[in-house]
């Protein structure tokens, strides 16, 4: 009969110890309903609060028409409520069952840890392995980091990589159809989670992986026949397609509207992706790879890091003792896999130094399809993160073995970790190697372009010497742990991984612990009085739970705004040119932030949020006010009057800024009788030039527009002025104006013109004209007229019926195999061998 133990206690090890793990690192979150506070989640929920109201009001919202000039919500992945299942149960968990607010976040590091300690079933790791596995994953800083700032996708996308390996594993090396249809539905799963980055890397890590059975098995069989490698290859070539298929319905409308964003435009093949300099914008420095063993290498943080990356908030760091348990993986018997493992390791490792790898990015960037497409690419690192924690897992095990022939090998190894920590821990508590560090990291700045003040290299000195100080006496801990193993077997077998990886635990977590209390010890720069600068505890990131409060704006400032700008836009200056929260209060704004804005956006934002704020483009798109956060002088009127804008001197104070209206602006729907074709401007058309003319005033956008073929009918010119349209409807996917004109003329809407919104005219479709290469227009016979503009993302529909065709195939995969097992379970009950209980997958 089995025991209490065995029965429960056992089966419930790996959610008690994952669950342990997370405790440690967010007992905040778990225990207190605490959140974290970061720009960018602060940023998505605005939209996330807009959409919700309008998918009760007017059906889902396609469109964010209220910052830049409008966006796709849903290509875009700002909002894709209900597309991701796991979405609605953690909802359901926090809404009806009192579920901490950060359940979602929780949820994922639970699903993934839990993915990590089931991969490391698939090779009989002991219960020691597959702690050391899951701390070095998820107590890997960047990992931390993406929870901590907001970057759910990121992080949900990523802890499916060891479920994800561990079924290419049982797919490969036996031809397991159940693996297939669940790597499939997991692959679908991951693509719907909305980072296609992290799931190109997946694909990535599982095609090199793929490619390398085929040549040398996984297994370490060579004489595997080829037939057998091909079946395993032909398998994960249908996990691909399948999963393609059952995230199609966030890839489609993804894929669409990259061609239009900022990571579509400029690419190597006719601006088919990012451009070069701007995909490699987040490349890692050879001296950011010596922060994998010292975290503040580089420095850390945005005040003391000097590296050549913008900032780094969280070092790729695994210590000193976590590599070297990585490269004691070579004693393990599985030779290929650890191979195999450590080369998708290196390859990745040089993708996430960008420009600074020797070729290999650039050799990616021209030839592998989409990849042009992707931008940071130090984000690669996770995999490397993932593959680092088996081999680590793997090197510990096969250390502890008890063959007395290790003995000498475990002896010597304790000795020179000894060594190490002990010279580790005299560097930094006698600070010997200070003068060093700090000129390794004036030389960082120089490269890099930062400033190394003296404050600067003081306070990164002093974080260095924390992490001295603790790494050496984790490696005199761990050098005496060794040492003791090879005295005592039992104590090498049983409990020497258990050991370290406690150890790994307190070393990772350290740093860890930084990412989310980063004002424990990190440091920004504040601005003083006399506008200089100075060093301070860096922003508190774990914040009191506000419950569901919805973001808002001042009430007095709000009700300014929505009186002065109407159904024009805001021009915001200063603090508040990336502010998104006025969309709550249904106002448009030229300003806002999204990662991956439109490319038209951005070519915008240069030159309305410049030195000189381009006034004549704020006019031309339709800007009413300008909100500012001081009073406006005399003297900046007559710079904002020289750069195009009539401001009215007598600002509104509300809510803490002043609201200024603009006198010159020029309606958002306006008609107008007088037109060229695009052939006439002498760059054709190219936005950068013409946006040019517009800011010198060799092309005046009130005269007449450029468009991008012959209106139907033509407009007339006459001697009364052309009304103005009234607004019926102005929502998100829907825009409804009536217009009265005397004569033939062009509507001219001074919104974004994207695929996916066409135009009705009395109830009949009408061609949708492009109107100044960038806007939407239609041509108007006199009389009364209601014009209807639509959107309708064209790719979501496909998507859809895509991903339910995958998820057919997938559950029918699933049923197949099921039939196929009942006869042979009836017959064998199985047996709860050792393998089996570690969760193989037949």
């Known amino acids: 009969m089995l025991s209490f133990a065995q029965r429960w206690l056992k089966p419930m090890l790996p959610l008690l110890v994952v669950l342990a793990l997370l405790a440690i690192l967010y007992p905040e979150a778990m225990f207190q309903g605490k959140v974290f506070g970061s720009a960018d989640a602060a940023a998505n929920e605005a939209f996330r609060q807009v959409g919700d109201g309008a998918r009760s009001e007017t059906g889902y919202p396609l469109w964010n028409p209220y910052i830049f000039t409008g966006m796709p919500s849903f290509g875009s992945l700002s909002y894709t409520l209900?597309?991701?299942?796991?979405?609605?149960?953690?909802?359901?968990?926090?809404?009806?069952?009192?579920?901490?607010?950060?359940?979602?976040?929780?949820?994922?590091?639970?699903?993934?840890?839990?993915?990590?300690?089931?991969?490391?079933?698939?090779?009989?790791?002991?219960?020691?392995?597959?702690?050391?596995?899951?701390?070095?994953?998820?107590?890997f800083a960047r990992v931390v980091a993406w929870g901590v700032y907001g970057h759910g996708t990121k992080v949900g996308a990523a802890m499916y990589l060891p479920w994800l390996l561990g079924l290419s594993w049982d797919i490969l090396t036996k031809g397991s159809l159940r693996a297939t249809a669940l790597a499939a539905l997991l692959l679908g799963l991951q693509f719907l989670r909305g980072h296609p980055q992290i799931s190109y890397y997946t694909l990535l890590m599982l095609g090199t992986l793929t490619v390398w059975h085929l040549v040398w098995p996984l297994t370490g069989d060579r004489a595997m026949p080829m037939v057998r490698r091909l079946r395993g290859g032909g398998l994960m070539a249908l996990v691909v397609v399948l999963g393609f298929s059952i995230g199609a319905a966030q890839l489609l409308p993804n894929h669409d509207y990259a061609s239009i964003s900022t990571r579509g435009a400029g690419g190597a093949s006719g601006g088919s992706g990012s451009?070069?300099?701007?995909?490699?914008?987040?490349?890692?420095?050879?001296?950011?790879?010596?922060?994998?063993?010292?975290?503040?290498a580089a420095g850390f943080g945005k005040a003391t890091y000097l590296g050549r990356m913008p900032f780094n908030d969280y070092p790729n760091f695994a210590g000193l003792l976590l590599p070297l348990l990585v490269g004691l993986a070579w004693l393990s018997k599985r030779r290929s896999l650890v191979i195999g493992l450590a080369v998708v390791s290196a390859l990745a490792i040089l993708l996430s130094m960008g420009r600074h790898s020797p070729g290999l990015y650039q050799l990616c960037y021209n030839i592998l399809p989409y990849f042009t497409k992707l931008r940071i690419p130090s984000m690669i690192v996770v995999v490397p993160a993932l593959l680092g924690a088996v081999l680590a897992a793997l090197g510990a095990t096969a250390l502890a073995n008890s063959d007395e022939s290790r003995t000498l090998l475990v002896r010597r190894l304790g000795l020179a970790v000894l060594a190490v920590g002990g010279l580790v821990l005299l560097m930094g508590a006698m600070s010997l190697v200070q003068g060093a560090y700090k000129e390794s990291l004036t030389a960082m700045a120089a490269k890099s372009g930062k400033q190394a003040a003296a404050v600067i290299l003081d306070a990164a000195w002093s974080l260095h010497k924390s992490f001295l100080i603790?790494?050496?006496?984790?490696?005199?801990?761990?050098?005496?742990?060794?040492?003791?193993?090879?005295?005592?077997?039992?104590?090498?077998?049983?409990?020497?991984?258990?050991?370290?990886?406690?150890?790994?635990?307190?070393?990772?977590?350290?740093?860890?612990?930084?990412?989310?209390?980063?004002?424990?010890?990190?440091?920004?720069?504040?601005?003083?009085?006399?506008?200089?600068?100075?060093?301070a505890p860096a922003t508190r990131m774990v914040r009191p739970w506000q419950g569901a409060a919805p973001i808002q704006v001042d009430p007095e400032l709000a009700k300014v705004l929505t009186q002065t700008v109407g159904h024009q836009r805001l021009f915001p200056l200063g603090q508040d040119s990336q502010e998104n929260a006025y969309m709550t209060e249904g106002v448009r704004s030229l300003g806002g932030y999204h990662p991956a804005k439109p490319a038209v956006a951005e070519a915008l934002r240069q030159r309305l949020f410049g030195r000189e704020p381009a006034g004549t483009l704020a006019t031309w798109l339709s800007a009413a006010a300008i909100t500012y956060p001081a009073v406006l002088s005399p003297e900046l009127i007559s710079v904002l009057a020289r750069t195009g804008l009539e401001v009215a001197p007598e600002g509104t104070p509300a809510g803490g800024t002043r609201v200024y209206e603009i006198l010159n602006t020029q309606p958002r729907a306006r008609l107008m009788d007088q037109w060229q074709p695009v052939s006439v401007l002498p760059e054709g058309d190219a936005l950068e030039p013409f946006l040019d003319a517009m800011v010198a005033g060799s092309w005046d956008s009130r005269a007449q527009t450029i468009l991008d073929q012959t209106p139907v009918p033509e407009p007339q010119t006459g001697p009364e002025p052309l009304p103005e349209p009234e607004f019926v409807v102005d929502g998100l996917n829907e825009i409804v104006l009536s217009v009265h004109t005397p004569r033939p003329a062009l509507l001219l809407l001074s919104d974004?013109?994207?695929?996916?919104?066409?135009?009705?005219?009395?109830?009949?479709?009408?061609?949708?004209?492009?109107?100044?290469?960038?806007?939407?227009?239609?041509?108007?016979?006199?009389?009364?007229?209601?014009?209807?503009?639509?959107?309708?993302?064209?790719?979501?529909?496909?998507g859809l019926i895509l991903a339910l065709v995958g998820v057919l195939v997938t559950l029918g995969l699933l049923v197949v195999t099921w039939i196929r097992r009942q006869p042979r379970s009836a017959a064998n009950p199985p047996d709860l061998s050792e393998g089996d209980r570690h969760g193989n997958v037949s």
Not at 102 to 109: N, P, S
Not at 126 to 139: E, I, K, N, Y
Not at 502 to 521: N, Q, Y
Request: net charge positive; hydrophobic share 50%.
């Open 752 to 798: 974004l013109m994207a695929p996916g919104w066409q135009v009705t005219v009395n109830g009949a479709r009408a061609p949708l004209l492009t109107a100044d290469l960038i806007l939407r227009a239609v041509a108007l016979d006199e009389g009364a007229n209601e014009v209807r503009f639509e959107y309708r993302d064209p790719a979501l529909k496909r």
């Open 470 to 535: 603790r790494q050496g006496l984790v490696m005199l801990v761990a050098g005496g742990a060794l040492l003791l193993a090879a005295k005592r077997l039992s104590f090498r077998r049983q409990w020497l991984v258990p050991v370290l990886a406690v150890l790994v635990a307190v070393d990772m977590g350290g740093v860890a612990k930084l990412v989310t209390h980063p004002e424990r010890s990190l440091s920004q720069v504040v601005r003083t009085r006399d506008g200089g600068g100075r060093l």
């Open 82 to 139: 209900g597309v991701y299942p796991p979405t609605l149960v953690f909802e359901f968990m926090q809404d009806h069952l009192g579920a901490p607010p950060l359940t979602w976040l929780l949820g994922h590091l639970l699903f993934g840890g839990l993915g990590m300690w089931w991969l490391m079933g698939r090779w009989q790791t002991p219960w020691g392995g597959r702690v050391l596995a899951c701390v070095a994953f998820l107590f």
């Open 275 to 296: 451009a070069y300099d701007f995909a490699t914008s987040w490349s890692m420095g050879p001296e950011d790879l010596s922060a994998v063993f010292l975290p503040a």
